[in-house]
Every structure is written in structure tokens, then in C-alpha cells.
Antibody, heavy 119, light 108 residues
Framework: QITLKESGPTLVKPTQTLTLTCSVSGLSVSRSGTGVGWIRQPPGNALQWLAFIYWDDTRRFTPSLTDRLAITRDTSKNQVVLTLTNVAPVDTGTYYC???????????WGPGTLVTVSS | SYVLTQAPSLSLAPGRTATITCGASDISNKMVHWYQHKPGQAPVLVIFSDDVRPSGVPGRLSGSKSGTTATLTIRSVEAGDEADYYCQVWDTGGDHVVFGGGTKLTVL
């Protein structure tokens, strides 16, 4: 059974750095050709893709947030970590991690984690 | 940046056919994927590579593409189909993932 699960803080203060972890089970984040992405949904708004990391550590970021985002893999823990620096209230939303087999779509998703940015 | 255009909402009675569209000028050159997203749940892939249904997705759902528009069709809609539906492509030019703005399907 393949599962993904996001974890991290539920409340973050403005200007702080948000760190979220995606724990993957049932498949390896090192499997050739595959990757893990992060997608968020602000309240009342559409899904927004944030970042993607391939099995070979190639990284891609949404253009508007490139300067604030980082994504890494921890192969020993089979996890993918997303960091977003200098957060603001507009970064409030539900953050999802999702797995891709490399065919351009996301087959497996985590349940999501709600992050609120507020002082 | 690459933009996928979706109508924000669609309402129809049970048993009717829902047609949800996703437009972009060069969408014919890209594979289009569709997700169903219900409140409080993770998105679910319902169509990939334009017209392929993952196992477990009802045959009432189908995907197609023509010209500048990709379409998700849901025949005989029922209450359980109420959700937001998003199209998605991988913009190979910039190696970015792009989601459409989503269409909220309401079954009256």
C-alpha cells in the first residue's frame, strides 16, 4: 500500500520559515524516473503547484516562489522536505505532497496539512 | 507563464451530463490530467494522459481533447460527483507543473 503523509507546524508567524515533511511508504523516493511534488491550496482558492524533486535530485519550483522555496530528499527516511522562507498570511493554506511516476501527473497524494500564518 | 483556463462553476440536475473544459492555446501539444477534489480530502486523479481512466474510476467519467480545449465529461451525474475538478499539465518548456483554476461542480 502506497501512502504519503505531510507533517509540520500548524501555525507559523510572519517572516518565519515553514518546514514541511512528506513521509512516503510503499515506494522509494529514489526510484528511477519518479519524483515527489508539493502543492498547496489557499482557503477558497485553487490548487497551486510549488515544487518538485526528481529521483536524481533535480529540482523544479514555481516561478513566483523560486527565491523562497527549497526541496530536499532524505533517502534514509524516505522523506521529502519542503521549506518556505519569510512566510506571510497569504501562505496560509493546506499543503499536499504527491508522488509522480514521472509521467507528468500525480497518482498518490497525502491527506494534506493545514498551515496558518498569523502573528 | 502557462495558463489553463477553466470555468469557475457548473450546476446541473442529477442524471444530466457534465462537461468541464480546460483551455490553452497549445494544449494539443500537452498531456492533460484531471483531478477530483472534495472538501477535506486529498485530490484524486480521475483521468490521465488526456483520456485514460485509472483503475477504480467509474466509466461515467471520460476525457478528451480537441483544438485548444481538453474536456472532462461526467455522464449521469449524481450527488457524489459534487467536487472541484482541476486540469493539470506538465509544461515541458519550463519544466513546471500547471493547474487550471478549477471548476466547482454542483449537483442540484
Amino acid at each position: 500500500q502506497i501512502t504519503l503523509k505531510e507533517s509540520g507546524p500548524t501555525l507559523v508567524k510572519p517572516t518565519q520559515t515553514l518546514t514541511l515533511t512528506c513521509s512516503v511508504s510503499g515506494l522509494s523516493v529514489s526510484r528511477s524516473g519518479t519524483g515527489v511534488g508539493w502543492i498547496r491550496q489557499p482557503p477558497g482558492n485553487a490548487l497551486q503547484w510549488l515544487a518538485f524533486i526528481y529521483w536524481d535530485d533535480t529540482r523544479r519550483f514555481t516561478p513566483s516562489l523560486t527565491d523562497r522555496l527549497a526541496i530536499t530528499r532524505d533517502t534514509s527516511k524516505n522523506q521529502v522536505v519542503l521549506t518556505l522562507t519569510n512566510v506571510a498570511p497569504v501562505d496560509t493554506g493546506t499543503y499536499y505532497c504527491a508522488h509522480s511516476n514521472g509521467d507528468g501527473y500525480f497518482t498518490y497524494w497525502g491527506p494534506g496539512t493545514l498551515v496558518t500564518v498569523s502573528s | 507563464s502557462y495558463v489553463l483556463t477553466q470555468a469557475p462553476s457548473l450546476s446541473l440536475a442529477p442524471g444530466r451530463t457534465a462537461t468541464i473544459t480546460c483551455g490553452a492555446s497549445d494544449i494539443s501539444n500537452k498531456m492533460v490530467h484531471w483531478y477530483q477534489h472534495k472538501p477535506g480530502q486529498a485530490p484524486v486523479l480521475v483521468i490521465f494522459s488526456d483520456d485514460v481512466r485509472p483503475s477504480g474510476v467509474p466509466g461515467r467519467l471520460s476525457g478528451s481533447k480537441s483544438g485548444t480545449t481538453a474536456t472532462l465529461t461526467i455522464r449521469s451525474v449524481e450527488a457524489g460527483d459534487e467536487a472541484d475538478y482541476y486540469c493539470q499539465v506538465w509544461d515541458t518548456g519550463g519544466d513546471h507543473v500547471v493547474f487550471g483554476g478549477g471548476t466547482k461542480l454542483t449537483v442540484l
